[in-house]
């Protein structure tokens, strides 16, 4: 079963604008880390941001934050201000903490979302 | 500049051929894993290692092997490539793996780009 969903293939978004990348996961584990990725054209994946199972806070981290519903199982990554340089492929991403050696360390990713920004 | 030196950058190899891509970090980290990125499949974990000396199978391992013999390098081997293993690799890095790990992000290399004809 998919354990990460992200629903949207891609998008285009003015320059300046926000912009907000769904991310919906499954699991039954209490402790569990959601992550969200950046893999520009080069290819390379850079990691963003951080929201863990446990935290009351949304995480934030310069333009980049997560607006984490845990009962409803989402974690949106929202970029604000966005610029050219934001135009990448986003992926959203879960380790579980459950107590099967199949989980234990797997970073487990959506299909990711493509995002353009236009001038 | 500190983080994961992925060798080589790309690489056409001929069906049959043993490969072995390389992977070293200076981070320090315990875990460390392998993932191919495929079209319309995404990122699929190969092996990992939660520490140094010990490795395990992820979702795709046929056709692979791993050793990690030391804490920096953890490299994968094709034994016999096929071109269904065509694909970009990553190598990653975490501080910890294993059950402590669900709130330690990992770290990626610039990916190995192979091509199996």
């Known amino acids: 079963a998919q354990k990460i969903t992200q629903t949207q293939p891609g998008m285009f978004v003015q320059e300046k604008e926000a912009v907000t990348l769904d991310c919906t996961y499954d699991?039954?584990?209490?402790?569990?880390?959601l992550f969200w990725y950046k893999q520009p054209s080069s290819g390379e994946m850079i990691f963003l941001i951080y929201?863990?199972?446990?935290?009351?806070q949304n995480a934030t981290e310069g333009r980049y934050s997560l607006n984490f519903q845990k009962a409803r199982k989402s974690a949106n990554l929202v970029i604000s201000a966005s610029q050219l340089g934001d135009s990448a492929m986003y992926f959203c991403?879960?380790?579980?903490?459950?107590?099967?050696?199949?989980?234990?360390?797997?970073?487990?990713f959506g299909a990711g979302t493509q995002v353009v920004v236009t001038p | 500049i500190a983080g994961i030196t992925q060798a080589p950058t790309s690489q056409i190899l001929a069906a049959g051929r043993r490969m072995t891509l390389r992977c070293t970090q200076d981070?320090?980290?315990?875990?460390m894993y392998w993932y191919r990125q495929d079209l319309g499949l995404g990122l699929r974990l190969i092996h990992y290692?939660?520490?140094?000396?010990?490795?395990g199978k992820g979702e795709v391992p046929d056709g692979y092997s791993v050793s990690r013999a030391n804490t920096d390098d953890f490299p994968l081997t094709l034994a016999s490539a096929v071109p269904s293993q065509t694909s970009v690799y990553f190598c990653?890095?975490?501080?910890?793996?294993?059950?402590?790990?669900?709130?330690?992000?990992?770290?990626f290399g610039n990916g190995t780009r192979l091509t199996v004809t």
């Open positions: 290692s939660n520490t140094a000396g010990t490795t």
């Open positions: 981070m320090r980290h315990n875990a």
């Open positions: 990653a890095s975490s501080e910890r793996g294993g059950p402590s790990s669900y709130n330690s992000p990992l770290h």
């Open positions: 929201q863990g199972s446990y935290d009351e």
């Open positions: 991403a879960m380790r579980e903490g459950g107590m099967t050696t199949d989980s234990w360390g797997k970073l487990q």
């Open positions: 699991t039954s584990d209490q402790s569990y880390g």
